[in-house]
């Protein structure tokens, strides 16, 4: 299983750009890279999901190096409701062919101050 | 709302005793993961069940274990139960399996007195 480290914590203010890092340095070769994000008391929430390069949604982007063994969740413009634990997940699709592999990291306690 | 549905919402219960959850995935999803989460813990990977088939396993305990029925529904007991087990137990659905983005359930609170 690609084990994933995250930081347990981080704090930013309101209007800045958050990076967060996740490593992942046994990650296999079909495995993507996903970013959850999750409130207390709720599910998490899926944010992007990448295999390499750069990915851009409307809430996120996500950047993976070339050797894809590390990941940076970017969150720009961060607010007050973007307060909540950041978990970066790898794991391979399964197609039915292959067994899936997943594993979640402890997560990143994001919080945004005003 | 996710689409994923779990009940009970809450569960309060004794040391020793059997509870069974359920969970109903996503109209068209054929993958079912469980998840338990406790405030010392995070968020931990049990099981997960592809179309009927235990595809991939976590940190499971014998005590605990899981199916998914033919119309993909799937149950998750846990028996002889101790204080520890007391958490939220997360229920998420994707179309396939592994990396797929998943869509988790408000979740299950048990609590073991």
């Known amino acids: 299983l690609a084990k994933t480290t995250q930081p347990i914590s981080m704090d930013s203010y309101e209007g800045q750009e958050v990076n967060i890092t996740c490593s992942h340095n046994?990650?296999?070769?079909?495995?993507?890279i996903t970013w959850y994000q999750q409130f207390p008391s709720q599910g998490p929430r899926f944010i992007i999901q990448?295999?390499?390069t750069k990915v851009t949604n409307e809430v996120a982007s996500l950047f993976i190096p070339a050797d894809r063994k590390s990941s940076t969740l970017s969150l720009p413009r961060v607010s007050l409701s973007d307060t909540a634990v950041y978990y970066c997940?790898?794991?391979?699709?399964?197609?039915?062919?292959?067994?899936?592999?997943?594993?979640f990291g402890r997560g990143t306690q994001l919080t945004v101050w005003p | 709302d996710s689409g994923v549905t779990q009940t009970p919402k809450h569960l309060i219960t004794a040391t020793g005793q059997r509870v069974t959850l359920r969970c109903s995935p996503r109209?068209?999803?054929?993958?079912v993961y469980w998840y338990q989460q406790s405030l010392d813990q995070g968020l931990q990977f049990l099981i997960q069940?592809?179309?009927?088939?235990?595809?991939a396993k976590g940190n499971i305990l014998e005590r605990f274990s899981a199916q998914q029925f033919p119309d993909l529904h799937s149950e998750l007991n846990l028996s002889s139960l101790e204080l520890g087990d007391s958490a939220l137990y997360f229920c998420?659905?994707?179309?396939?399996?592994?990396?797929?983005?998943?869509?988790f359930g408000p979740g299950t609170r048990l609590t073991v007195l």
């Open positions: 998420a659905s994707s179309p396939l399996g592994g990396g797929d983005e998943q869509f």
């Open positions: 046994n990650i296999a070769t079909n495995d993507y």
């Open positions: 990448g295999y390499k």
């Open positions: 997940l790898v794991g391979e699709p399964d197609r039915g062919s292959t067994l899936g592999r997943l594993y």
């Open positions: 109209s068209g999803d054929l993958s």
């Open positions: 069940y592809y179309n009927g088939e235990e595809r």
